[in-house]
C-alpha cells in the first residue's frame, strides 16, 4: 500500500489549494479526482459543438478567492474588474451603477427613485458593508474567532443590520424604493432559497457575496473559470504534488486509508491525514454514514449570442448593461413572490434572474472567427429549488427555462431568442441547468451550488472550521466552515490546521 502524508479526497480548486501549499512545505501528497480532469465547478467548456467558446460553465466570476493566495502560489492568474457593478431595467429606464462615475449612479437613482433619499442611502449602507468587508476578509485565513470578538470587530451597526437582523427587514429599513432593495437582496439569495424576512440563512449568503478579499468586487477571470483552476493545479504540480484523475474514491477510514477505483482496478493508499474536498452528503456516503441531501435553489443558463439584446432604454449602451450585472424583474416584491410561488411547489410566473457577458471584458475566451461576431451571455435563476424538478426534471427544465426566458423578454426591447447563435448543426446555443441536472452532471448533492448551507464565519469552538470528528480526517473547502463560491480559503485552511500543529 502507498503512503503519503495527506491524501487530498477530491480534485477542485480548494483542494488544489491545499495540494500547493501542503507540497510547498515538503508534503507527500496526493491528490485523487474522478474527473477527467480537475477543478470541479471551476472548469471552462466548450458547450455547444462546432462553437469555439470557452465558457465558465458552472461557476462565473472571481470574488472570494484572497489576494494572499494568489501571491502565496505564485499564480499565474489575471483577474479583471468589471467597471459597471450593476444595471437594473424598470419600465423604459434603469438603474446603472458605475464603478468609476458616481455622479452618473447618482444621477440613474434619481431618474429611477424620483429622489435623492436612496442613492444616499446606497452609499451609507454600503460604506458600512466596505468597512465590515475590510475587517471580516483578513480573518477568513485565521483560526475562527468567537462571536463576541467579531461583533466587536464589525462595530454594533452592522452586527445589528447584517448579523442579528434579518437582512430583509434591514433592507427595508434603510431603502424606500423597490428596485433600490431588490437589487441589494440579490446578493442574500444566489443559490439560497430562504425568506430573507425571517431566515438569517439569507444574511450568511449576502456577507459571503460581498466581503470577498476586502472590497466585495465581483472580478472576471482571464481565460474563463479553467484559468483559476489550471494556475492552481500548475502550482500544485510544481510544488511536487501527485494528482491522479480518473480515480472515484469508494471509502475513507478513520484511519486514514482511501480507497478508489481508476481504470485499473480498485486500490487503497495510506494518508497521515486525509483532507476531503467532498460535498459533506458525499463524505457520509464514502463512510458509511446515514446521508442527509442539502437543497439546491438556482437555474444556471449558458448562452452564446450573435449581438447583444436592445434595450428598452436608449441613454445606456448595452455593453455597459450586461457588462456588469444584469437584473432580471429582481425588484423587493418580484422576489417575494417568486418565493412565495416555489414555496407553493411552482416554477415562478415571472422568474427573477440575472446575467452577465463575460465576452465584454475578457474577448479571449471566444475563438478567433467569433470575436466581434459572437457575444456570452452566463444567467442564475433565483428560487429555483430542487424539489420543483425532481417529479419529471426534463418537463420542469423545459417550463423553468422557458418562463425565464419570457421573463427576461419582459425587460428588453427584443425577444432574447433572435439573439441567439446557432451551432452548425442548427441547434441554439443555450444549455440548462436545473439542481437535479447539477446533482447528476456535476455531483452536487441536491445540486447545491455552496455544498451545505452556509455558516457564519466565527465559532465559540475555535479551531480553523476544517476540523471533523475524526483525527486524521479533515474538510477542505466543500462543507468547510468558511468558504463559499471559488475562493481557496478552505484549502487554505486545511493546510494550515495541518502544517502549525
Known sequence: MRTFDVVIAGGGHNGL?????????????????????????????????????????????????????????????????????????????????????????????RDVTGGEADHEAWRRFYGMVGEVARALAPTLLEPLRPQAEIERLVGPEAWRDLFAEPIGR????????????????????????????????????????????????WNVPVGGMGAVSGALEAAARRAGAEIRTGAEIVGIAPTGEVTYVAEDGEHTVNGGHVLVNLPPAVLDRVLGRPVTVPEGAQLKVNMVLTRLPRLKDDSVDPRAAFSGTFHINEGRGQL???YAQAARGEIPELP?????????????????????????????????????????????????????????????AEPIEDCLLRAPDGTLCVEAKSPVDLERDAGLPGGHIFHTDLSWPYAEEGGWGVETEHERILMCGAGARRGGAVSGIGGHNAAMALLRR
Open 170 to 217: 434591514t433592507v427595508n429599513e434603510r431603502f424606500g424604493d423597490d428596485t433600490v432593495r431588490g437589487v441589494v437582496l440579490t446578493d442574500a439569495l444566489i443559490g439560497t432559497f430562504a425568506d430573507p424576512d425571517t431566515d438569517v440563512l439569507a444574511n450568511r449568503c449576502f456577507l459571503y457575496h460581498v466581503i470577498g478579499d476586502g472590497t466585495g468586487e
Open 17 to 109: 489549494v491545499a495540494a500547493a501549499y501542503l507540497a510547498g512545505a515538503g508534503r507527500r501528497v496526493l491528490v485523487l479526482e474522478r474527473y477527467d480532469h480537475v477543478g470541479g465547478l471551476a472548469i471552462s467548456t466548450r458547450a455547444f459543438p462546432g462553437v469555439d467558446v470557452l465558457l465558465s460553465r458552472y461557476s462565473y466570476l472571481v470574488s472570494l478567492l484572497p489576494s494572499g493566495i494568489v501571491r502565496d502560489l505564485g499564480l499565474d492568474l489575471e483577474l479583471r474588474r468589471r467597471r459597471y457593478a450593476s444595471y437594473t431595467p424598470r419600465g423604459e429606464r434603469g438603474l446603472l451603477v458605475d464603478n468609476e462615475d458616481d455622479l452618473r449612479t447618482a444621477a440613474s437613482f
Open 336 to 338: 417575494d413572490t417568486a
Open 352 to 412: 427573477p434572474a440575472e446575467v452577465y457577458c463575460h465576452s465584454l471584458t475578457d474577448p479571449s475566451i471566444l475563438g478567433p472567427e467569433l470575436r466581434g461576431r459572437a457575444e456570452t451571455m452566463t444567467l442564475f435563476g433565483l428560487h429555483m429549488p430542487a424539489r420543483l424538478f425532481r417529479k419529471n426534471p426534463e418537463k420542469a427544465r423545459k417550463m423553468a427555462l422557458d418562463a425565464t426566458f419570457a421573463s427576461i423578454n419582459t425587460v428588453l
